[in-house]
């Protein structure tokens, strides 16, 4: 029989397998879609943009509303496995190719099954507590980077691909599409057949520990015939119905820490309601209805705001760059896709080397100062390529290379800081029990920068000071932002958070 830590780990394994597929596709898509929409269909510049933007539109739409059925339902296995069959479903379009319009339907449906990674996220942050989170929501982007380094790769020899499937011709632009349905079809077992929803298995932990403390309880009568008829059908009554509970909804530990000391210290003396209580629990979750008053109240605030503010504002610069940086390359530096796939290799390697960093630091620095850091890194990044870039000869590639690889490393330097401790963070200051609801919400704004990052890139090419010069002035608006309302964002003098349960709710599955 498989052990609960066994399940744990094979959990955690395969929900960084979920992040390694997303950032695998985007690497072997990626570096070949622009001349793939060229090549087959001559499309004008402006449609890369609306390609990349339809992924993040579609996971824009789909996050928050995977996040909330994860919320209710607390079935986050089945809402990933759909997640993987719709993005085999989108990759098997990708492949196919009809037009560049089926490219961006196939683009929006593997989007919308790309929400899952916040479903993944809210589920993080249900189970972990705050000092371990940091490490672990660093471990899961770290493995989507290795995604991202392999696929370069991968790419190395998918490009060797000259075959037909039917009608259809797979060769170094549509190969990507079969080969990630493929790898998603392998995804869609592993999460069958491997994956144990996590909030479960602390359910089932935390009723084995419960179990074994009665059982030392209970031993430490001299016998159990010692007890008088009625203690005995008490006991029963309480194991059984605490069983009953755990085995449909589970709690967590300090719940049933509490629940456990109430037990013990009363010796099994009656408490007026507990049964019923405990009927009541059974019925649902707490899980708050949504209303204007409740989204106010919970996002609207000076800490969440901010960290939405580095979030859009981050990500706006970080795709806008990466969708420049293969037109730049092709005019500054004269490289084709395999040049291409060689950069995304290496700088993924900084990513992942990055990465670890962060997660060694997170257990010495704070979320906020490391933000910062992340932040400042950004804008001399942006500041040097408003100075590089318009100043680059076309006709002289290798003079332009050293001014575009510093321009990277910043950037990418950067990156592994700015998106971890902000989705740390941002964890950390609102409710566990709505986390589902609360990273789709995250991943609208992320989605909006993401959306209209290309879009602004793709349409000011040609103007380079206008096209850097809002992107830095944004950064820029961040860091203001962020320095105000430092001192709010310092977890250290910020309560716990507490979920707030109306008196006519169930309480949290967990706290």
Same mark, same amino acid.
Request: glycine fraction near 8%; charge should be neutral.
């Given at each position: 029989?498989?052990?609960?830590?066994?399940?744990?780990?094979?959990?955690?394994?395969?929900?960084?397998?979920?992040?390694?597929?997303?950032?695998?596709?985007?690497a072997?898509?990626l570096?070949?879609?622009w001349?793939y929409?060229q +090549?087959?269909?001559?499309?004008?510049?402006?449609m890369?943009?609306?390609?990349l933007?339809?992924?993040?539109?579609?996971?824009m739409?789909?996050?928050?509303?995977?996040?909330?059925?994860?919320?209710?339902?607390?079935?986050?296995?089945?809402?990933?496995i759909?997640?993987? @069959?719709v993005?085999?479903?989108?990759?098997?379009?990708y492949f196919?190719?009809?037009?560049?319009?089926?490219?961006?339907?196939?683009?929006? @449906?593997?989007?919308?099954?790309?929400g899952?990674?916040?479903?993944?996220?809210?589920?993080i942050?249900?189970?972990?507590?705050?000092?371990?989170?940091?490490g672990i929501?660093?471990?899961?982007?770290?493995?989507?980077?290795?995604?991202?380094?392999?696929?370069?790769g991968?790419?190395l020899f998918?490009?060797?691909?000259?075959?037909?499937?039917?009608?259809?011709l797979?060769?170094?632009?549509?190969?990507?599409?079969?080969?990630?349905?493929?790898l998603?079809?392998?995804?869609?077992l592993?999460?069958?057949?491997?994956?144990?929803?996590?909030?479960?298995?602390?359910a089932?932990?935390v009723?084995?520990e419960?179990? &074994?403390?009665?059982t030392?309880?209970?031993?430490n009568?001299?016998?159990?015939e010692n007890? +008088?008829?009625?203690?005995?059908?008490?006991?029963?009554t309480v194991n059984?119905?605490?069983?009953?509970?755990m085995?449909?909804?589970?709690?967590?530990?300090?719940?049933?820490?509490?629940?456990?000391s109430?037990?013990?210290?009363? /010796?099994?003396?009656?408490?007026l309601?507990?049964?019923?209580?405990t009927t009541?629990?059974? &019925?649902g979750?707490?899980?708050?209805k949504?209303s204007?008053?409740f989204?106010?109240?919970?996002y609207?605030?000076?800490?969440v705001v901010?960290?939405?503010?580095?979030?859009?504002?981050s990500?706006?610069n970080?795709?806008?760059f990466?969708?420049?940086?293969?037109?730049l390359?092709? &005019?500054?530096?004269?490289w084709?896709?395999?040049?291409n796939?060689?950069?995304?290799?290496?700088?993924?390697?900084?990513?992942?080397? @990055?990465?670890m960093?962060? /997660?060694?630091?997170?257990?010495?620095?704070?979320?906020r100062t490391?933000?910062?850091?992340?932040?400042s890194t950004l804008?001399?990044?942006?500041?040097?390529?408003?100075?590089?870039?318009?100043?680059?000869?076309?006709?002289?590639?290798?003079?332009?290379?050293?001014?575009?690889?510093?321009?990277m490393v910043?950037?990418?330097?950067?990156?592994?800081?700015?998106?971890?401790?902000?989705?740390?963070?941002?964890?950390?200051v609102t409710?566990k029990e709505?986390?589902?609801?609360s990273?789709?919400?995250? /991943?609208?704004? @992320?989605g909006?920068?993401?959306?209209?990052?290309?879009?602004?890139?793709?349409s000011?090419?040609?103007?380079p000071?206008?096209?850097?010069?809002?992107m830095?002035?944004?950064?820029?608006?961040?860091?203001v932002?962020?320095?105000?309302?430092?001192?709010?964002?310092d /977890?250290?003098?910020?309560p716990?958070?507490?979920?707030?349960?109306?008196?006519?709710?169930?309480?949290?599955?967990?706290?």
């Amino acid at each position: 029989m498989v052990t609960l830590k066994a399940r744990k780990r094979l959990s955690y394994v395969t929900l960084g397998l979920f992040f390694l597929m997303g950032g695998i596709e985007y690497a072997v898509v990626l570096p070949t879609l622009w001349l793939y929409i060229q +090549d087959r269909f001559n499309s004008p510049e402006y449609m890369l943009g609306i390609l990349l933007s339809a992924y993040s539109l579609a996971a824009m739409i789909s996050s928050p509303l995977l996040g909330r059925w994860a919320d209710r339902s607390r079935k986050p296995k089945v809402i990933l496995i759909l997640c993987a @069959v719709v993005q085999i479903g989108g990759n098997i379009m990708y492949f196919m190719g009809l037009s560049q319009w089926f490219l961006l339907a196939s683009r929006l @449906v593997v989007g919308f099954g790309g929400g899952g990674e916040s479903v993944i996220l809210g589920e993080i942050a249900r189970v972990t507590t705050e000092q371990e989170r940091t490490g672990i929501i660093s471990l899961m982007i770290s493995i989507r980077q290795c995604g991202l380094l392999l696929g370069p790769g991968l790419n190395l020899f998918l490009r060797l691909a000259d075959f037909h499937i039917g009608p259809f011709l797979v060769d170094k632009f549509s190969v990507p599409g079969v080969f990630m349905a493929g790898l998603w079809g392998l995804q869609s077992l592993f999460l069958l057949i491997l994956y144990t929803d996590l909030h479960r298995i602390q359910a089932e932990s935390v009723a084995k520990e419960k179990s &074994k403390t009665k059982t030392d309880t209970i031993q430490n009568y001299s016998s159990i015939e010692n007890l +008088d008829s009625t203690e005995r059908d008490l006991l029963h009554t309480v194991n059984e119905s605490d069983k009953k509970y755990m085995e449909i909804h589970g709690k967590s530990s300090s719940q049933e820490g509490a629940a456990l000391s109430r037990t013990d210290n009363s /010796r099994l003396t009656p408490v007026l309601g507990e049964t019923t209580s405990t009927t009541d629990i059974s &019925k649902g979750h707490a899980v708050q209805k949504l209303s204007w008053n409740f989204i106010y109240t919970e996002y609207i605030r000076e800490e969440v705001v901010v960290l939405m503010a580095v979030q859009f504002n981050s990500f706006f610069n970080q795709v806008g760059f990466e969708t420049m940086v293969t037109p730049l390359s092709q &005019k500054l530096l004269h490289w084709g896709e395999l040049e291409n796939s060689i950069m995304y290799c290496c700088a993924a390697v900084e990513i992942i080397l @990055v990465f670890m960093l962060v /997660r060694y630091l997170s257990n010495r620095l704070q979320d906020r100062t490391m933000i910062l850091i992340g932040l400042s890194t950004l804008i001399m990044a942006c500041g040097w390529l408003v100075y590089a870039i318009p100043n680059s000869d076309p006709d002289s590639p290798s003079s332009n290379l050293p001014m575009f690889i510093i321009g990277m490393v910043l950037d990418m330097f950067a990156l592994p800081f700015l998106v971890v401790c902000s989705i740390s963070l941002y964890s950390k200051v609102t409710k566990k029990e709505h986390q589902g609801l609360s990273q789709g919400l995250r /991943r609208i704004v @992320v989605g909006s920068g993401t959306i209209l990052g290309p879009l602004w890139t793709g349409s000011t090419l040609t103007w380079p000071y206008i096209m850097l010069g809002v992107m830095l002035g944004l950064l820029v608006m961040s860091m203001v932002m962020l320095l105000l309302s430092y001192r709010k964002l310092d /977890r250290k003098l910020e309560p716990p958070v507490v979920p707030s349960v109306d008196p006519d709710e169930h309480e949290p599955l967990l706290s």
